[in-house]
């Protein structure tokens, strides 16, 4: 089974609110698996959606995949959803939706949106991710990559508190998420 599976339910108000049949939704649609959005409209025709009649109105009944939860899929069109989500290529590209991942930890997907919006796939050109990393792990990465190792003998460096200069780096760019951290400029 891949990770980078964002699947979804999709309702319609028109069901809903009448009770009938597909008040509950689709069924589970894994987005990877379409590769536009006239696809899912099939699949949806094909469970019996009347998707020019009383499901003109779709919303995303429930979602995984994606944790955020300042956001209320019930009123993001799952069409929308889809395409913001093919065009970053995180449905395409395990990094990029790892990136996504934790970048929706610190933000918000509104904020990843207008990312998507503004740069297309190279939304994440200015993102890094360290999975496994602390503070201690950052400090010392950035010491090695400023020379620095090169400078102060390695005896001398037992000394020296990474974890606090990994902080001070960081201050403004760099966030803890649950698998490590992420540096966002």
């Not at 990465?141 to 974890?163: A, K, V």
Request: glycine share 8%; net charge negative.
């Amino acid at each position: 089974m891949k990770n980078n599976t964002i699947s979804i339910v999709i309702g319609s108000w028109g069901s809903y609110n009448e009770c009938n049949e597909r008040a509950l939704g689709s069924k589970w649609l894994d987005l990877s698996d379409y590769c536009d959005w006239e696809e899912i409209e099939e699949e949806l025709k094909k469970q019996g959606f009347e998707l020019d009649g009383i499901d003109e109105e779709l919303f995303i009944q429930d979602i995984e995949g994606i944790e955020d939860n300042s956001t209320n899929w019930d009123y993001m069109h799952p069409e929308r959803l889809f395409n913001i989500l093919k065009e970053s290529g995180v449905l395409d590209k395990e990094y990029k939706f790892d990136v996504m991942q934790a970048y929706l930890e610190i933000r918000c997907f509104s904020d990843f949106e207008e990312r998507v919006k503004e740069r297309g796939e190279n939304w994440d050109d200015d993102i890094n991710i360290y999975k496994g990393y602390d503070w201690d792990d950052y400090g010392r990465e950035m010491f090695s990559s400023c020379g620095y190792d090169r400078e102060i003998p390695e005896n001398l460096q037992d000394f020296f508190d990474f974890e606090a200069y990994g902080k001070y780096l960081g201050d403004y760019y760099v966030h803890e998420y649950s698998e490590g951290l992420i540096e966002i400029y």
